[in-house]
């Protein structure tokens, strides 16, 4: 079964400063895709970025960039110049490719963002 | 594009009790999924529908829960006879197939269930 590991429980940044999150998978699959939702409190989850596993580059949306390391199973996603409205939970998670449909999830890195 | 759609937001209720969820999705799109999360933790599957098709169930989901997807539209899910092991926010969301791709989930902003 797949699995998404994210170690850091809580970040925090100044504001205007860039953070990294880390999330690591396991699978056995070639064909997946790896996602960062972002959760506000009491708010809905949110797609913050997607990544597809057969494309080498990195994706990027705006502030937001990921480190894809395939062999690493390592998706870290990168935030630059943070704003307090990045505040929120960030969830890390996996899909297989083709058909399947499921989102696996980590359990979350909390993001506080100090003015 | 009027997002996914939740109701209630929040539901109260005494153990032993009945309850039933309702998600509206984004309109075109023909897949439906449920995820329940507890407090501090991620989302965990629970069922996926395809159009009006149920395809798969997660272990999660005992034989007290239910989904209905009539007519490829809204979903419902229903909790007999709830327990305390029952309180978290469920989750819905969908998104559109394409050929044998997935699009991302559109989550709703979930319904919390509290059991009294």
């Known amino acids: 079964a797949q699995t998404v590991t994210q170690s850091q429980p809580e970040m925090s940044v100044q504001e205007a400063e860039t953070v990294t999150l880390s999330c690591t998978y396991d699978t056995s699959e070639s064909d997946y895709y790896l996602f960062w939702y972002k959760q506000p409190p009491s708010r809905q989850m949110i797609l913050v970025i997607r990544?597809?596993?057969?494309?080498?580059q990195n994706a990027t949306e705006n502030r937001f960039s990921v480190n894809f390391q395939k062999a690493a199973k390592s998706f870290s996603l990168k935030i630059s110049d943070s704003q307090l409205g990045d505040a929120a939970m960030y969830f890390c998670a996996y899909c297989d490719g083709g058909s399947n449909y499921k989102l696996t999830f980590g359990k979350g890195t909390l993001l506080t963002v100090n003015p | 594009d009027t997002g996914v759609s939740q109701d209630p937001r929040h539901k109260i209720t005494k153990r032993g009790q009945n309850v039933t969820f309702r998600c509206d999705p984004i309109s075109e799109h023909n897949r439906l999924y449920w995820y329940r999360q507890t407090l501090g933790q991620g989302p965990e599957f629970l069922t996926y529908?395809?159009?009006?098709?149920?395809?798969?169930k997660s272990r999660l989901l005992s034989d007290r829960f239910s989904a209905e997807r009539p007519k490829g539209s809204f979903s419902t899910l229903e909790i007999q006879r709830t327990e305390q092991g029952d309180s978290a926010m469920y989750l819905c969301a969908s998104s559109l197939s394409s050929g044998n791709r997935n699009q991302p989930q559109h989550f709703g902003d979930g319904t919390r269930l509290s059991i009294l």
């Open positions: 990544q597809e596993a057969y494309k080498q």
């Open positions: 529908f395809q159009n009006e098709a149920q395809l798969e």
